[in-house]
């Protein structure tokens, strides 16, 4: 939850990269994590639902069409993603990796999770991938996704 991640930050005293004090970089936080939840998150979630979940629910897989035009509109939202918020930035506020790109990458685990490696073939993302799990720390970030990168083997 975005209200709960920015208590965290007003409550205890953390690096003022996650949500920065600089009012342009905040803003920037800020718009990615109002602008993601009717497009990274609804999309990614979306695609994880059908592909994975309603499946698992109803034991039949969705019509290949439905599956095609979540990963279509996911498509769109990734392309919105790398040239709106990324641009040639290292991360979505500048050079230091905040809450924005945190969420972000949770919210890209779910279609990623369920098959669909939104990585392949886009470099950029590929990179700022990296340097996200490198900023929290590889194993924690692999630690964190554990459970539900077996989810398509319930």
Known sequence: SIAILLYLVHKFKTPDHWYPSDLQKRARVDEYLSWQHANIRAKGSKLFL????????????????????????????????????????????????????LVAL?????????????????????????RVEEAVGKQLFQEAHKEIMNVKNL
Do not use: H
């Not at 035009?69 to 230091?96: H, Y």
């Open 50 to 101: 059908s592909k994975v979940l309603l499946p698992l629910l109803t034991g039949q897989p969705l019509p290949p069409e439905k599956l095609e035009f979540a990963t279509e509109e996911l498509n769109i939202a990734l392309k919105q993603f790398e040239e709106k918020f990324l641009q040639d930035k290292p991360f979505i506020a500048g050079s230091e990796v905040s809450l924005a790109d």
């Open 106 to 130: 949770v919210e890209l685990m779910q279609p990623v999770c369920a098959g669909y490696d939104l990585f392949e073939e886009r470099p950029k993302l590929t990179e700022w991938r990296r």
